[in-house]
Nanobody
Framework: QVQLVESGGGSVQAGGSLRLSCAAS????????MGWFRQAPGKEREFVAR????????FYADFAKGRFTISRDNAKNTVWLQMNSLKPEDTAVYFC???????????????WGQGTQVTVSS
């Protein structure tokens, strides 16, 4: 498994932006499909976005389309989530995850970071 450490969370007013980073340790980062998930208080964890091995293919949850952008740099072992036009309902703990064997399912993500808090005030 790969070790993941998120950073970049914080507090921002509605309409603002944040850029989350996820640094991966270990080799063969490029072999992992990377994803971002979030969990708001009292709610289940939900998928945000994922990016395939080379970064050529990305996929977003409907709420993230047009506002969030996932990207990666395999040379830096890092994946980012750029979040623009933030809304109070985006408030959550955001988690980075990695899938060594990706079959298109959330359960395929088997390495998780500790999460970073994002708070959006109105």
């Amino acid at each position: 498994q790969v070790q993941l450490v998120e950073s970049g969370g914080g507090s921002v007013q509605a309409g603002g932006s944040l850029r989350l980073s996820c640094a991966a340790s270990g080799r063969a980062f490029s072999n992992y499909v990377m994803g971002w998930f979030r969990q708001a208080p009292g709610k289940e964890r939900e998928f945000v976005a994922r990016i395939m091995w080379t970064g050529a293919s990305t996929f977003y949850a409907d709420f993230a389309k047009g506002r969030f952008t996932i990207s990666r740099d395999n040379a830096k072992n890092t994946v980012w989530l750029q979040m623009n036009s933030l809304k109070p309902e985006d408030t959550a703990v955001y988690f980075c995850a990695a899938a060594a064997r990706y079959l298109g399912r959330e359960v395929d993500f088997d390495s998780w970071g500790q999460g970073t808090q994002v708070t959006v005030s109105s």
